[in-house]
Nanobody, 126 residues
Framework: QVQLVESGGGLVQVGGSLRLSCAAS????????MGWFRQAPGKEREFVAA????????TYADSVKGRFTISRDNGKNTLYLQMNSLEPEDTAGYYC???????????????????WGRGTQVTVSS
């Protein structure tokens, strides 16, 4: 198993930036593919970004492409999401997810991930 804890959420003005972190427990972080998802009240959980085990491959939802960047530091057992040019529509709880995989196949569906953090809230106001 791997345990995930998100941090870095908060209140930010339209056009501002936030950097989310997801700290993972265990000694095999580099064996996991990782993803970010978000969920607003009354809506289904939606895909945001994914990254392979090494950090060499990434993919993004169209709604965040060009504004968000997913990255990882395997030496620190940490996943990141840099969010720039934030909009009110980005307001949601943000969750990191993990699945044991060293393939280069990026997973975009929530049911393909086995482990989840408890989330961190991002609120964008004007």
């Amino acid at each position: 198993q791997v345990q995930l804890v998100e941090s870095g959420g908060g209140l930010v003005q339209v056009g501002g930036s936030l950097r989310l972190s997801c700290a993972a427990s265990g000694r095999t972080f580099s064996s996991y593919a990782m993803g970010w998802f978000r969920q607003a009240p009354g809506k289904e959980r939606e895909f945001v970004a994914a990254i392979n085990w090494s950090g060499h491959f990434t993919t993004y939802a169209d709604s965040v492409k060009g504004r968000f960047t997913i990255s990882r530091d395997n030496g620190k057992n940490t996943l990141y999401l840099q969010m720039n040019s934030l909009e009110p529509e980005d307001t949601a709880g943000y969750y990191c997810a993990a699945v044991l995989s060293r393939s280069d196949w990026l997973r975009k569906n929530s049911n393909e991930y086995d482990y989840w953090g408890r989330g961190t809230q991002v609120t964008v106001s004007s």
